[in-house]
Nanobody, 123 residues
Framework: QVALVESGGGLVQAGGSLRLSCAVS????????VGWFRQAPGKEREFVAT????????YYADSVKGRFTISRDNAKNTVLLQMNSLKLEDTAVYYC????????????????WGQGTQVTISS
């Protein structure tokens, strides 16, 4: 069993930055790929970024590429999402999720999910 807890959300002006953290606990967490997804009101959950267990491979949604960076520290069982140049359309609840095997952009391939953290971008 793997448990995930997100933190770091909040309210920030457009153009600003936030760093989300995902604390991962459980057995052999370092062997899990971890992804970030988000869901805005009235919209489906969408992929944001994902990283493999070693931290050597990461994928990003086109909408965040060049602005967001995903990283992980397996010694601290933490996955970070650094979000820069935030836009109004980044407003959503952000979730981290874990899966065994390769990092994928498909939400249903992830077995474990956190409760989410709200990110609100103001103009």
């Amino acid at each position: 069993q793997v448990a995930l807890v997100e933190s770091g959300g909040g309210l920030v002006q457009a153009g600003g930055s936030l760093r989300l953290s995902c604390a991962v606990s459980g057995r052999t967490v370092s062997r899990y790929a971890v992804g970030w997804f988000r869901q805005a009101p009235g919209k489906e959950r969408e992929f944001v970024a994902t990283i493999d267990w070693s931290g050597g491979t990461a994928y990003y949604a086109d909408s965040v590429k060049g602005r967001f960076t995903i990283s992980r520290d397996n010694a601290k069982n933490t996955v970070l999402l650094q979000m820069n140049s935030l836009k109004l359309e980044d407003t959503a609840v952000y979730y981290c999720a874990a899966k065994s095997g390769s990092p994928l952009m498909i939400s249903y391939s992830y077995d474990y999910w956190g409760q989410g953290t709200q990110v609100t971008i103001s103009s």
